[in-house]
């Protein structure tokens, strides 16, 4: 079932001033998000990447670690996401040797009062990131694009899939 926000913006009180929402009376569910993006490479770093011939080592395994950390660690760089315990997290990979591209896809999960779409979508920025900077020596005109929010699952608004572009 696809779902649209039409709330209102709860992380401002009634003055206008930054609040952490207070989430303490909601019940505890499982929640999922999976997030995923994208970085388009020039043909050496896509060989680089693809064979596992990069200076720096294993490109995907160091992303795979960095967008993991990267979950775990969100309520440190976001200022208003609340610490929460992961139950999982997963950052995957899918070459796209059309587009000379590769994909980043992060799942991630907990059993608590809030969602874990802030988590999701880190992991996959800093996945992405840590491809960029890997391979930053082969190729600084890298881009990352696409990153979004796939789908949600838990909590009161239910399930959310992001319609296909």
Same mark, same amino acid.
């Given at each position: 079932?696809?779902?649209?926000?039409?709330?209102?913006?709860?992380?401002?009180? =009634?003055?206008? +001033? *930054? @609040?952490?929402?207070?989430?303490?009376? /909601?019940?505890?569910?499982?929640?999922? #998000?999976?997030?995923? %993006?994208?970085?388009?490479?020039?043909? =050496?770093?896509? +060989? *680089? @990447?693809?064979?596992?011939?990069?200076? /720096?080592?294993?490109?995907?395994?160091? #992303?795979?670690?960095? %967008?993991?950390?990267?979950?775990?660690?969100?309520?440190?760089?976001?200022?208003?996401?609340?610490?929460?315990?992961?139950?999982?997290?997963?950052?995957?990979?899918?070459?796209?040797?059309?587009?000379?591209?590769?994909?980043?896809?992060?799942?991630?999960?907990?059993?608590?009062?809030?969602?874990?779409?802030?988590?999701?979508?880190?992991?996959?920025?800093?996945?992405?990131?840590?491809?960029?900077?890997?391979?930053?020596?082969?190729?600084?005109?890298?881009?990352?694009?696409?990153?979004?929010?796939?789908?949600?699952?838990?909590?009161?608004?239910?399930?959310?899939?992001?319609?296909?572009?």
């Amino acid at each position: 079932m696809e779902q649209e926000t039409g709330g209102t913006l709860n992380h401002f009180d =009634a003055q206008g +001033k *930054a @609040i952490m929402v207070d989430v303490g009376e /909601k019940p505890i569910t499982q929640r999922t #998000a999976v997030a995923s %993006g994208r970085i388009f490479v020039n043909e =050496a770093v896509y +060989k *680089a @990447i693809a064979e596992g011939t990069a200076k /720096k080592g294993d490109v995907l395994g160091v #992303a795979r670690l960095a %967008g993991i950390m990267a979950a775990k660690r969100t309520s440190d760089m976001i200022p208003l996401c609340h610490p929460l315990f992961l139950s999982k997290c997963a950052v995957d990979f899918e070459m796209q040797p059309e587009g000379r591209a590769v994909k980043a896809v992060a799942t991630v999960k907990t059993s608590g009062q809030t969602g874990v779409e802030m988590e999701a979508l880190h992991a996959v920025s800093v996945a992405l990131l840590a491809i960029y900077d890997m391979c930053k020596a082969l190729d600084r005109r890298m881009e990352i694009r696409d990153i979004h929010l796939e789908r949600k699952e838990g909590g009161k608004s239910g399930t959310f899939i992001a319609a296909k572009s």
